[in-house]
């Protein structure tokens, strides 16, 4: 009937008598551990945000080193990822070359095809 094993169910029964209903009502599995509240990440973020729209470039090493100054303490690395991707940043980076484009030989034999069918006209 409720789609558990059924040595499971003993377990549970008696973690039950153990522990009793107040054990089994309260919420173990609380998340949301965030170091500061949604406001003072916005608040950080927009900062960066005027610098990006001045044309300035942003980077991760530049937002965790405030976000530890604001903070007091080191975060990781990985908790700057998770916020700025809470926060709908991402990231944007040129490209050094268009992928799709011919590679250097190609071009070289493209551009002495040129200059041999411009002499010949």
């Known amino acids: ?3 558990l094993h059924k040595d499971r169910v003993r377990h549970i029964v008696s973690e039950f008598k153990a ?3 107040d054990e089994f009502i309260r ?3 609380c998340g949301n551990h ?3 509240s949604y406001e003072e990440e916005l608040e950080l973020l927009d900062s ?3 610098k990006a729209q001045r044309g300035e470039l942003t980077s991760v090493k530049e937002i965790k080193a405030a976000f530890d100054a604001k903070l007091g ?6 908790y700057i990822y998770m916020l700025l991707k809470r ?3 991402r990231r944007i980076k040129p490209r050094p070359k268009q992928p799709k484009s011919a590679n250097a030989e190609a071009c070289d ?3 002495k095809l040129s200059l041999v069918w411009r002499k010949s006209n």
């Open 1 to 3: 009937m409720v789609d």
């Open 19 to 21: 522990q009793g209903i």
């Open 27 to 29: 919420c173990k599995y």
């Open 34 to 36: 965030r170091s500061m």
């Open 48 to 50: 960066f945000a005027e």
């Open 73 to 78: 303490r080191d975060a990781g690395s990985g």
């Open 87 to 89: 926060h709908g940043w």
């Open 109 to 111: 034999a493209s551009k």
